[in-house]
T-cell receptor, first 119, second 111 residues
């Protein structure tokens, strides 16, 4: 069990550029989540996947944001035309959901996060 | 949006003392989870308590849940300097397992 892995850990980009973050969940975890966290605040939910299906998207996820999980394993979060307000830490998490009891309350494990600074 | 709030927002204690943090939330929940976050790092899962449970223990941690008051508390006994971190509660509403986080308590433990 290598934990949830996120890359890159830090990214500095100029306003208007596109950035992509990658998340590798814990092996065999079928659920994957993206959160965003700004300084002094708790993480805010962005979206989550069950296998390759994106089940829910927050209203925080504007049309400049897109997340994919094409084969139900790793996921990418892309931000197009970055703005300074996008500067934050982007956290990925994963869990193992049971098909028999999908909302049984599973432990959700987080990665170390990817810091984005838009200048 | 934030589900609820932790109280206090900040807490400073000496090593060896106990630290108590409270969390309030707004909706009916499936479970509540507590996490620790060191500065600039990811979140470390501490403990999960289900809505039909009232108390759980894990090492020096004790979590209580009062669903009638929509509140939870985290007690860290015999604190250590290494416990210095931000602590967040997060709730999963019925019908979903996405977590909604509170605003966190910043704990400082002085040697």
């Amino acid at each position: 069990d290598t934990g949830v892995s996120q890359n890159p850990r830090h990214k500095i980009t100029k306003r208007g550029q596109n950035v992509t973050f990658r998340c590798d969940p814990i092996s065999e975890h079928n659920r994957l989540y993206w959160y965003r966290q700004t300084l002094g605040q708790g993480p805010e939910f962005l979206t989550y996947f069950q296998n390759e299906a994106q089940l829910e998207k927050s209203r925080l996820l504007s049309d400049r944001f897109s997340a994919e999980r094409p084969k139900g394993s790793f996921s990418t979060l892309e931000i197009q035309r970055t703005e300074q307000g996008d500067s934050a830490m982007y956290l990925c998490a994963s869990s193992l959901g049971s098909p028999q009891d999908p909302f049984s309350g599973n432990t959700i494990y987080f990665g170390e996060g990817s810091w984005l600074t838009v200048v | 949006s934030q589900q609820g709030e932790e109280d206090p927002q900040a807490l400073s204690i000496q090593e060896g003392e106990n630290a108590t943090m409270n969390c309030s939330y707004k909706t009916s929940i499936n479970n509540l989870q507590w996490y620790r976050q060191n500065s600039g790092r990811g979140l470390v899962h501490l403990i999960l308590i289900r809505s039909n449970e009232r108390e759980k223990h894990s090492g020096r941690l004790r979590v209580t849940l009062d669903t009638s008051k929509k509140s939870s508390s985290l007690l860290i006994t015999a604190s250590r300097a290494a416990d210095t971190a931000s602590y967040f509660c997060a709730t999963a509403e019925w019908g979903t397992d996405k977590l909604i986080f509170g605003t966190g308590t910043r704990l400082q433990v002085f040697p």
